[in-house]
């Protein structure tokens, strides 16, 4: 397919009005939502050093404990991948999945049916994603300091709403809407976060609001003079990372069987750095939310090698810091270039010496 | 044929051999050779990508050279770093200027240097004489206790000057020094200049004001394509010639050429027709924009003149919908029209080419069609699913029209040049069929050959029926308009006639400021 579709599209440059065969214009489709080869090549590299490292790595049931747990980060991933795309941030993600989790125990405590119970609580989310928005939007907080402002509003808010120590959930159908069940001989969380993701992918890559985005994110500015509604698609876009930290919580509180205001905390952290080990820009315009699940995998494919070989905990912090420093110089700091630079400008070949820099050439 | 008059060594100020440098990908300058007398006035001029800011840099020990060699007053040098080439003597004056704001006069002239007395403790009184000397030498008397940021343009860049004399400047090198500086302020800085060169001091001018290039320089080199192109006396070459070595063939005839040599501009309109497109009363934004009255005609080209500074941008986004109108009315086809944000102007059919493309023009790492279609999302997509056959199609439509050199529609703008940018938002209103371009600046760091481009592409806007507002500070871009209007200090102060106007431009110059 690699081969096929650079023709393809160089035809359609130089004939533009010649209609492309189906099978090209499905090979360009999938080529444009793919995201850089290389973090596919990381991705596969990271999956063989696990199974090396670990014969527990390539077991059925492994993988299916890393998707579970990688589910919930990646619909939150997708959520924040829009909201850095737009140069922002937002870090109440973690603070609305634990108020997610609340309320969906709450209202199923009280005899709510399981599928008034999330749409309630996804109302919730979005109200406070909306909320965010507001923040930025209209009263021109910087994202930064706004969203960790509800970061600790909302997180008092749910362990007010909590006031017990923690809430069971036993409602079967919810339980098996977003944890047990399976469709499609698929697990439901995974089967929510593919299709999070695929709409998502969509979303970014071929509608005006996706566009939108990427303006908005790139230059703010010339987004505005080109009469594109900054404003409103601003708040649309933090309510979608509310409303996708909502979808994470359902999943999440399914999974645990509970709700309680203390699930979801680091998550935010988590996104964020998924998102920029995907390639995102922190200064927007930059990325596409395929990549930032890529990412979610990468880090939790990670973490899950560090389980499996027994590393305790605080080492595991420090690790998964080096890992997001080296992944993000790489990717978003342009590392890779800085480093094919570094290595031209010291290392020159010297048609006097010959060879590379071992020789102390080129200072 | 260079311009050192012969003598030892000491009679060149500035000597440099065959300086070469790369980056990535492009070769910036390729062997370049440059004697400049002690004592005289070397104009320095090329198109953008000449090489003129390569060789500023490394002259300014900004950046090393791969190949070649500088030698200042006769004396080899090699600069680690910009502290390098001013120990030798070496300043260079941008045209954005280094002074601290918040800091007063004789500060910033010590900047890193202040005065101590034993101790450690700073000589106020010993600053403040010798920085008022300073001052003096360049033919200023204010108050050095008073702030940067209250000074005028030129009163700053008087600054600058005495900051690099007191530092013993051997060789000064000016960066389109003039472009923010009314005339007689011009007038005052090259009497400042002839006398600094008088002295002894060796000073490089970078500029692309013909006029002031003949008014000013002894020589002038000529860079075109990181190489020396012309290297004379100004006395041995003419206006012309120096434009054909810039651009590597002759314009003669063309309106690039008649604008660079500050001729008589061609006319751009083709007159204005009876209807009122537009008409504003007493319009006005704040401070910048005060009780702005005049009927624009469809068909016309109306030029908003005036310095830098003087309300032409202002009036022009605010036209555009993009700057909030603080009181007057504005009626577009008749109807009274209130623009609460650029979308509402866009709507009607206007489109603004902002002054600054990098910060207000197009999406860096957005491609040509995505730029292109920016402002017509609406008219590319159904039920907000973008058309990407019909996009492409309409890029590419657009990218041949306007001659916009890119390799492919799926370039990111940022890799463009200035011209091709600056047609790339051109074209996003042509693509929506805009009937009035409100242009600011539209040729500012563009070169030659792509100015000449973006003249023929306005011409041919109004000549099929379009209006368009061109704001300028260049004297030779308003010429070229049906209409005049000058403004300073935000206001309407003057209105000419295109055949109204000198050749030369005078009127309008004299109306400035």
Redesign the interface.
């Known amino acids: 397919m690699t081969h096929k579709v650079p023709e393809a599209?160089a035809a359609?440059?130089a004939r533009?009005?010649e209609a492309a065969t189906a099978k090209e214009r499905s090979g360009a489709l999938v080529k444009r939502l793919l995201p850089g080869s290389y973090l596919l090549i990381v991705l596969l590299l990271i999956i063989i050093a696990g199974s090396y490292m670990s014969p527990d790595f390539m077991t059925p049931r492994n993988a299916q404990n890393v998707i579970a747990a990688a589910s919930i980060v990646a619909v939150m991933a997708i959520g924040q991948f829009f909201v850095v795309l737009t140069g922002g941030i937002d870090l109440s993600v973690g603070s609305v999945l634990a108020m997610s989790t609340v309320i969906a125990a709450l209202t199923l405590q009280s005899g709510m049916s399981a599928g008034l119970s999330a749409g309630v609580t996804l109302a919730c989310c979005a109200a406070a994603g909306l909320f965010n928005g507001v923040l930025v939007v209209l009263l021109k907080l910087a994202p930064f300091i706004a969203t960790l402002a509800t970061m600790s509003a909302i997180k008092g808010l749910s362990y007010i709403i909590q006031s017990t120590s923690l809430i069971q959930i036993s409602n079967d159908s919810f339980i098996d809407a977003f944890s047990r069940g399976t469709s499609f001989a698929v697990r439901n969380p995974v089967l929510i976060f593919i299709a999070v993701t695929v709409v998502g992918a969509l979303i970014a890559k071929?509608?005006?609001?996706g566009?939108?985005l990427?303006?908005i994110g790139?230059?703010p500015?010339?987004?505005?003079?080109?009469?594109?509604?900054v404003n409103r698609n601003l708040l649309i876009t933090y309510m979608i990372s509310g409303l996708l930290a909502g979808l994470a919580g359902l999943i999440a509180a399914a999974q645990l069987r509970q709700g309680s205001s203390l699930i979801g905390v680091g998550y935010e952290l988590d996104a964020i750095a998924a998102v920029v080990v995907g390639g995102a820009s922190l200064f927007g315009?930059?990325g596409n939310p395929i990549s930032a699940v890529v990412g979610v995998f990468i880090l939790a494919i990670i973490v899950n090698v560090m389980n499996l070989l027994g590393i305790s905990s605080e080492p595991q912090l420090v690790i998964k810091g080096l890992v997001i420093i080296i992944a993000v110089f790489l990717s978003s700091a342009g590392g890779v270039q800085r480093i094919s630079?570094f290595g031209?400008r010291h290392f020159r070949s010297n048609p006097a010496v010959g060879g590379l820099g071992s020789l102390g050439v080129g200072r | 044929m260079g311009s050192d008059g012969g003598g030892g060594a000491e009679q060149v100020g500035l000597y440099v051999e065959g300086v070469a440098k790369s980056y990535?990908g492009v070769r910036a300058l390729k062997g370049v050779n440059l004697s400049v007398k002690r004592g005289s006035i070397h104009a320095l001029v090329g198109q953008n990508g000449a090489g003129k800011s390569t060789l500023v840099k490394i002259l300014s020990g900004a950046e090393a050279p791969d190949e070649g060699s500088i030698s200042v007053g006769g004396v080899p040098t090699r600069f680690r770093g910009p502290t390098d080439a001013q120990r030798a003597g070496v300043h260079t004056i941008y045209q954005e200027l280094s002074l601290v704001p918040t800091l007063s006069v004789a500060e910033n002239i010590f900047l890193g240097q202040l005065p101590t007395r034993a101790g450690g403790r700073v000589d106020w009184e010993a600053m403040r004489d010798l920085a008022t000397d300073a001052l003096a030498r360049v033919g200023f008397g204010f108050d050095v206790r008073r702030l940067v940021s209250s000074l005028s343009g030129a009163e700053q860049q008087g600054v600058e000057l005495a900051k690099a004399l007191h530092k013993n400047a051997r060789v000064l090198l000016l960066d389109e020094p003039t472009s923010t500086l009314p005339r007689p302020d011009v007038a005052r800085l090259f009497v400042v200049l002839r006398k600094l060169a008088d002295e002894g001091v060796t000073l490089l001018f970078i500029s692309h004001r013909m006029d002031e290039v003949y008014a000013l320089c002894d020589a002038v080199t000529v860079l075109r394509d990181g190489a020396v192109a012309a290297d004379m006396m100004t006395t041995d070459i003419t206006p012309s010639d120096i434009v054909t070595a810039m651009v590597g063939k002759s314009l003669e005839g063309t309106i690039a050429d008649a604008a660079l040599r500050g001729e008589r501009s061609p006319h751009l309109g083709a007159g204005p027709s009876d209807e009122v497109l537009m008409s504003v009363r007493g319009l006005s934004a704040g401070s910048a924009v005060c009780d702005v009255t005049f009927d624009l005609h469809r068909g016309e080209v109306l030029g908003l003149a005036g310095l830098v500074g003087s309300g032409q941008s202002e009036l022009a986004s605010l036209l555009?919908g993009?700057r909030r109108k603080t009181g007057g009315v504005m009626t577009f086809h008749s109807e009274i029209v209130s623009f609460a944000?650029?979308?509402d102007a866009?709507?009607r059919g206007i489109g603004?080419l902002?002054q600054d493309r990098k910060?207000?023009?197009?999406?860096?790492?957005?491609n040509v069609a995505?730029n292109v279609t920016?402002?017509s999302?609406?008219l590319f997509?159904r039920f907000?699913?973008?058309k990407?056959?019909q996009e492409?199609?309409s890029a590419?439509e657009m990218v041949a029209r306007l001659g916009m050199k890119v390799s492919?529609?799926?370039q990111p703008m940022k890799t463009l040049s200035g011209g091709t940018q600056q047609k790339g938002i051109l074209a996003?209103w042509l693509v929506r069929s805009s009937q009035l371009l409100i242009c600011d600046e539209p040729t500012r760091g563009v070169d030659v050959g792509a100015k000449e481009d973006m003249y023929e592409l306005i011409r041919d806007f109004a000549r099929s029926g379009g209006t368009v507002i061109i704001a300028s500070s260049e004297t030779s871009e308003a010429m070229m308009c049906d209409r005049v209007l000058v403004m300073a200090r935000g206001a309407i102060v003057a209105e000419f006639d295109h055949d109204g106007i000198d050749p030369q431009g005078k009127v309008l110059l004299e109306s400035f400021a």
Not at chain 1, 206 to 209: A, K, R
Not at chain 2, 359 to 366: K, L, S, T
């Open positions: 599209s359609k440059v533009p009005h071929f509608s005006t609001f566009r939108s990427y303006a790139g230059n500015e010339a987004a505005r003079l080109s009469g594109l509604p315009g930059k630079e031209k | 990535p555009a993009a944000n650029p979308r866009i709507r603004l902002p910060a207000q023009g197009f999406v860096p790492e957005m995505g920016l402002a999302l609406s997509s907000g699913v973008i990407g056959a492409r199609s590419s492919s529609i799926n996003r």
